[in-house]
C-alpha cells in the first residue's frame, strides 16, 4: 500500500511546472476575450472579460452573472459577482505544454478548471429585462 503511494506520488508531474500568472499578465490575456473553461473533464463555463475589468461569467445551463475581477493584496486574481459580494479567488497557471489552469485557492489541483477554448466571440447573455 505504502509503495502505491510512493509510486504514485513520483509519478505526479512536480509543482515547479507549473507557472503562476501574473496579474498583468492575467489581464493581457483575457482582455476583449471568452475563456470556456472545463471540470473533470467535461464542460463547466466560459467567462468573458472586458476592457474595463468586467466579466461575464455563463454556467453551461446558460445562467449568467455580472461581475468585475481584481488583483487583491497576496496577488490573487478575484471575482465577485452580481448577488455576491464575496470575492472568489484564484491563481492562474500555465502548466507544461501550455495548458492554462485556474485554480480556487485551498482547492485541490483535481478540481482545476481548465481552460477548453479561447475565442473573440461575445457570451449570449442578454442584459436582465429592465422593466420597460
Same mark, same amino acid.
Given at each position: 500500500?505504502?509503495?502505491?503511494? +510512493? =509510486? +504514485?506520488? +513520483?509519478?505526479?508531474?512536480?509543482?515547479?511546472?507549473?507557472?503562476?500568472?501574473?496579474?498583468a499578465e492575467f489581464?493581457?490575456?483575457?482582455?476583449?476575450?471568452?475563456?470556456?473553461?472545463?471540470?473533470?473533464?467535461?464542460?463547466?463555463?466560459?467567462?468573458?472579460?472586458?476592457?474595463?475589468?468586467?466579466?461575464?461569467? =455563463?454556467?453551461?445551463?446558460?445562467?449568467?452573472?455580472?461581475?468585475?475581477?481584481?488583483?487583491?493584496?497576496?496577488?490573487?486574481?478575484?471575482f465577485v459577482y452580481?448577488?455576491?459580494?464575496?470575492?472568489?479567488?484564484?491563481?492562474?497557471?500555465?502548466?507544461?505544454?501550455?495548458?492554462?489552469?485556474?485554480?480556487?485557492?485551498?482547492?485541490?489541483?483535481?478540481?482545476?478548471?481548465?481552460?477548453?477554448?479561447?475565442?473573440?466571440?461575445?457570451?449570449?447573455?442578454? +442584459?436582465?429585462?429592465?422593466?420597460?
Amino acid at each position: 500500500m505504502i509503495r502505491a503511494g +510512493l =509510486a +504514485l506520488a +513520483l509519478c505526479a508531474a512536480p509543482a515547479w511546472a507549473e507557472r503562476p500568472v501574473s496579474p498583468a499578465e492575467f489581464e493581457q490575456m483575457v482582455t476583449g476575450r471568452t475563456l470556456h473553461f472545463d471540470r473533470y473533464g467535461a464542460p463547466f463555463g466560459s467567462e468573458q472579460y472586458f476592457d474595463d475589468k468586467r466579466v461575464i461569467w =455563463a454556467f453551461e445551463d446558460g445562467q449568467c452573472q455580472r461581475g468585475i475581477w481584481f488583483e487583491n493584496a497576496g496577488g490573487d486574481i478575484c471575482f465577485v459577482y452580481d448577488g455576491d459580494p464575496t470575492p472568489q479567488c484564484w491563481s492562474f497557471l500555465e502548466m507544461p505544454g501550455g495548458a492554462f489552469h485556474a485554480r480556487a485557492n485551498g482547492a485541490e489541483p483535481a478540481d482545476d478548471l481548465v481552460t477548453r477554448e479561447t475565442v473573440d466571440e461575445d457570451l449570449d447573455c442578454p +442584459l436582465p429585462d429592465l422593466g420597460v
